[in-house]
């Protein structure tokens, strides 16, 4: 087992207290001293990981928020069956969801939606997420098609949009009426989606 540095614990402390204060209240309105609050790190060691809070946010972005979508799509691409783990990882995903996580939304999408418009220093950071995401839907799709799992007649590109989109959409929904039953008929509805693509 490997022991963590001190000063790798710290500043992995750091990038979860924000990633929880991004989270909840935007990157905007987060605060750095709520975030030492949390983490009970003093300014100085964390100007001496992170220059500045765009320094922060950025690491938030890079290291917390894109693995967290690879964990989305990552299994689907490695799984012998493509289209059949898609399946069960959105029939299983609706119930590992809490209330909390439920009302706060997608981490990506908020953020998508509070800086990819409008901070130029965020944009690409973003972008690649969303890229990185379509492209490995796309070649789960293509590894679906080829192994004979999934309808050779529809675009991978196309699907892989249309799932994102499913996906970001379930959880503005979910958000916007605080509902768990609303998640979970969504997930229902884009499983009949997935079912349809069967060969």
Known sequence: MTVRRQPDATRQRLLEAAFAEMHRYGYHASS??????????TKGALYHHFRNKQALGLAVINEVVRPWIETRWRPMLESERPLQAAIDHVNAHADTVDQNMLELGCPFANLVQ???GSDAVFQQPLFDIFFEWKRGLIESVR???TIGEGRDDVDPEDIAVFVISAIEGMWAIAKASRCHEHFRASHRGL????ESLRA
């Open 32 to 41: 750095l001293d709520q975030i030492l609050r949390a983490t009970e790190v």
């Open 114 to 116: 509070e800086l990819a």
């Open 143 to 145: 590894k679906s098609q």
């Open 191 to 194: 499983v009949l989606f997935l």
